[in-house]
């Protein structure tokens, strides 16, 4: 069977793009004040130095302008008036789904993630608009004294825990939609692994948008003590409207020393949502934080996960690949900051523009005076596949320390005739031969990536390349 | 456009956001010649004369003419900076001008002094069709400001090698340069920069006539409490340009260099091949080096484009092996330094041009070691 009709039947057109009738229990009407802000926290029965970040954190978002780089026609068309702050469509976070809403489940079905579950994860949080529908994590896990909750029940379980860290990696006034995140977050993960607990198996969110207009603002924390590992993967879908939605979270990972975070993300939003992302971690001593990104969705990416290497012996990468179609931007990149001695960091960017898309890689790294003996290195890759697409690199070198080693590398370029020529000569079409090859230039990313979602991504890339020949 | 139109657009302007790359790293305010940015101050007039290299006098087919036929705003710069520039300049205007077909024997030196004070000088090369020139560019003298801005227009089929040397004796130096590449014409522009303690220069090379071909090379000293900060924008507007640029920077002292490279593709540039590199060579604690090597392709059938940058102090193999061959760890480190910065020099012009540059060189890179 050709590739691109086992990718079609896999996945279909934008396979995620339906939506269920809204039955929500509670909905906040459009738009952004204080009260809505305050609202949110007193509907969660937040303690009060929550609620004062998230008022503080509103009051500075009021301020502080829309950023006047990336591509800011794109953002002056955010109204941030006509967005759903908060929309709960279930009662509470089940442990079971049996219990979880007929039309919520159903959705979960359809994307398979109870069957995942079943299969190769050690935990779930399943988000619907505003709120986590269902959590569950396995027992053994549980037993070990890690924690993973949705981060409403984080809060209210380990109020001193959340505490300590929130806010404490991406302060509320790092940039304008962090700050809108800080006011009105709801739901995303919390997790804290004990010293020397290694979690074998991954951890899973999905995060799904169904109603119209809606702001999605989940909000993650994962803290690894000592000598721990985890691999956190997160998916994310919403239906296709006329009309836009916003998704902006924020993720904080703290790796403390001699632990090991992976956070894996396959970003599939529909093209009409906007999704802008700070993620960013910080690695202690010999701690390694890794960011696995793969953006193919959405009408606007900007994303740079980034980690902050404090410990000396640290280690980050990041891998990423954008796929940009028709009316797509993704501006994805990464920012590693070297502050201590013996740190390294790896940064893998692979891109391909299609049909008029747009894919930008933004980075900076930068080596303080007082890190000595610091290496890293980066490699961007982009593809043209038509005449209507471009592709970006605008990354930045900030080194102050003389030891550092620092190499950085960027290339642009079309699918080589000759190579297309080669798979043609042994029996492929051309259309096939052209996925081979878009698969083979992603393949540095997906072998990172658990089994179940590398096979998706493959056949999802050999879908969005049908109709790329001629 | 008249000295007033240019000084009323000037004034009009916002001081640019911090946001632009090209004001990033040294805000306008910091290179004004002042500080006031609502100030436009008087302007001395430096001295300019041309030679052939050897110090005899230029042949015929070359001519330094006090006049500036046509200006196109629009390539200089962005509109604050350009406006400034052609407003301070207004009367010291040079063109030097190359006959077509003409094929110098010897490179040409245009010898720019600055004198004490703020000067300004805008200087035209206009190279005809089929000419086949070498021309240094030298800047000196110890003034406290001086605002170069260069216009250079290479006609059709045209060989030159355009060679920029800094060797101002402290101060600010605020360079603009505006290249236009003609068809099948070919140039490499070397910047050589080792004067003024602080240096803020945007050059721009525009690829808009088909075979049209640039090697952009910097060999950069920076030393004790140098900022130079260098942009240069290049941009592939026709089939089948090639550019190629290579900036080697050693930083030592306290000082700090910036590369920030512009490399654009527009659609149609069918066959672009394009290239750019920095490399900067850390000498001490204190000393910085950032690049910025930007891309944006808009045309997917291209030979290929790619950047790079490279960071990184001494390579201690290297200088093992010089003093195992009885070399003095000064010694050593003085040959591997000269090694990075004539990887670039090397390519600016002829042989005559490249022994005049490493004489010029020898003195500075002392003060590197």
């Not at chain 2, 705003?73 to 400034?84: G, L, P, R, T, V």
Request: glycine fraction near 6%; proline fraction near 4%.
């Amino acid at each position: 069977m050709a590739i691109n009709e086992e990718a079609r039947d896999a996945v279909g057109d934008y396979k995620a793009g339906w939506h269920d009738p809204e039955n929500s229990t509670i909905r906040f009407d459009f738009g952004l004040s204080e009260k809505v802000v305050r609202d949110i926290s007193a509907l969660k029965d937040e303690p009060e130095w929550m609620t004062e970040y998230r008022v503080k954190a509103y009051n500075h978002f009021k301020e502080r302008p829309m950023p006047s780089w990336g591509n800011s026609e794109l953002l002056k068309e955010i109204d941030f008036e006509k967005i759903c702050y908060y929309l709960r469509s279930s009662k509470s976070t089940e442990t079971d789904w049996e219990d979880v809403p007929d039309d919520i489940r159903n959705t979960f079905d359809r994307l398979g993630i109870p069957e995942a579950e079943q299969k190769w994860l050690s935990g779930v949080t399943a988000q619907y608009e505003s709120e986590a529908v269902y959590h569950s994590i396995r027992e053994d896990l549980e037993s070990q004294g890690v924690i993973f909750l949705d981060m409403d029940n984080g809060l209210k379980s380990h109020p001193e825990l959340v505490k300590k860290w929130f806010c404490s990696v991406v302060p509320l006034t790092d940039n304008k939609f962090a700050a809108l995140n800080t006011a009105v977050w709801s739901g995303g993960s919390f997790i804290y692994v004990p010293k020397g607990v290694k979690v074998e198996m991954p951890v899973q969110a999905y995060f799904r948008i169904n109603a119209k207009n809606m702001g999605q603002f989940e909000r993650t924390l994962i803290i690894a003590d000592e000598g721990s590992s985890i691999h956190y993967v997160e998916g994310c879908t919403a239906p296709t409207y006329s009309t836009d939605s916003l998704h902006s979270a924020v993720v904080e990972l703290v790796a403390l020393p001699g632990s090991h975070i992976r956070y894996s993300t396959i970003q599939n939003w529909s093209a009409n949502v906007y999704n802008l992302v700070t993620k960013r971690g910080i690695a202690h001593e010999n701690a390694t934080i890794e960011w696995v990104d793969g953006n193919i969705g959405s009408k606007l990416t900007m994303k740079y996960p980034a980690v902050i290497l404090k410990g000396e012996g640290a280690h980050a990468e990041v891998i990423s690949v954008a796929y940009s179609g028709q009316g797509q931007h993704q501006d994805a990149g990464a920012k590693i900051h070297h502050l201590a001695s013996n740190t390294t960091s790896k940064i893998l960017s692979k891109s391909i523009s299609k049909k008029g898309g747009r894919g930008s890689y933004r980075g900076l790294v930068k080596v303080s005076p007082k890190a000595e003996n610091c290496k890293l290195n980066v490699v961007c890759d982009a593809l043209i596949l038509d005449e209507e697409s471009r592709s970006d690199t605008y990354p930045t070198m900030e080194v102050s320390n003389p030891s550092a080693r620092c190499e950085h590398e960027a290339s642009v370029s079309k699918v080589s005739d000759d190579q297309i020529f080669y798979l043609m000569s042994r029996g492929h079409s051309e259309e096939e031969a052209l996925a081979m090859i878009v698969n083979g230039f992603f393949e540095p990313f997906t072998k990172e990536l658990p089994m179940e979602y590398a096979v998706e991504l493959n056949q999802l890339m050999a879908l969005e390349m049908e109709g790329s020949i001629g | 456009m008249s000295e007033l139109t240019s000084m009323n657009q000037y004034l009009s302007y916002d001081e640019p956001d911090k946001s632009n790359h090209l004001w990033k790293y040294t805000p306008w305010r910091r290179i004004h010649p002042t500080g006031k940015i609502k100030e436009m101050p008087e302007m001395d007039i430096p001295t300019i004369e041309i030679s052939n290299l050897d110090n005899s006098e230029v042949p015929d087919g070359i001519e330094l003419l006090e006049n500036i036929t046509e200006i196109d705003k629009d390539k200089i710069s962005d509109n604050i900076a350009a406006s400034f520039l052609l407003s301070s300049t207004h009367s010291s205007r040079w063109t030097l001008s190359v006959k077509s077909g003409f094929i110098a024997d010897l490179p040409i030196l245009v010898d720019i002094h600055c004198h004490e004070g703020i000067s300004s000088l805008h200087l035209e090369l206009d190279i005809g069709k089929m000419a086949e020139i070498e021309v240094i560019t030298r800047i000196n003298g110890n003034c406290e400001w001086f605002g170069l801005l260069r216009t250079v227009k290479i006609q059709n089929g045209a060989n030159v090698n355009d060679i920029v040397v800094n060797l101002q004796n402290g101060g600010s130096l605020l360079r603009f340069e505006s290249v236009d590449i003609g068809r099948d014409a070919q140039i490499s522009a070397g910047t050589v920069s080792s004067g003024s303690e602080k240096t803020k220069a945007d050059l721009r090379y525009f690829l808009e006539e088909p075979g049209s071909n640039l090697k952009s090379l910097g060999s950069i000293l920076s030393v004790e409490k140098m900022h130079l900060d260098h942009h240069i924008e290049i941009l592939h507007d026709s089939p089948e340009t090639q550019s190629r640029l290579s900036w080697h920077s050693a930083c030592s002292g306290s000082s700090k260099t910036i590369g920030t490279g512009m490399l654009r593709v527009k659609d149609g540039a069918i066959g672009a091949d394009a290239a750019q590199i920095f490399h900067n060579l850390l000498l001490s604690r204190d000393a910085e080096a950032d690049s910025i090597p930007e891309l944006e392709v808009m045309e997917h059938d291209v030979v290929g484009c790619g950047h790079g940058t490279a960071n990184g102090p001494i390579d201690e193999d290297q200088k093992f092996y010089l003093e195992s061959r009885g070399f003095n760890p000064s010694e050593s480190k003085a040959a591997l330094i000269a090694a990075f910065l004539n990887t670039t020099l090397s390519q600016m012009g002829s042989e005559k041009t490249h022994q005049w540059l490493v004489g010029l060189l020898s003195d500075e890179l002392e003060l590197l070691v």
